[in-house]
């Protein structure tokens, strides 16, 4: 079976992907794939003192990311949030339950040494497959 597969790059204008040459979010079809997004907002400081605030603006920016492909949370069937602070998954549970707890995709955390900066503290991966 011969399937072709539109690719659509999705950036989300941050300086470091054109300079490096990497995607913020791939669709293949319709399987959608957001690369690993931290709290860093445009201006360059990271949002947020805690690991409930990242995870929440962090997930907010992958939604709309999803939804310049025509595509919602409602879609997203894993979440992977990798965190430098175990001791903060609870906060990051309550953050991702606001907006994924009726959908239920697949979440994993993971605690992990360091992020690029000692403020960031969650970094998150999502998946989803777009029903159109």
Known sequence: ??????????????PLEEKVGYSRM???????????????????????????????????????LLEKAEASAQEVIEVKVYTTDMSQSAKI???????FHDIKPLCTVVGIPALNRPTQLVEIEMTAIAAS
Request: charged share 25%.
């Open 1 to 14: 079976m011969n399937m072709e597969l539109e690719r659509k790059n999705y950036g989300s204008g941050a």
């Open 26 to 64: 791939v669709q293949v079809g319709p399987f959608i794939k957001i690369g690993g997004t931290t709290s860093v907002q445009p201006d360059g400081s990271v949002y947020g003192e805690d690991a409930y605030e990242q995870t929440h603006y962090v997930l907010k920016k992958q939604i709309e």
């Open 93 to 99: 549970c309550d953050a991702y339950s606001e907006l």
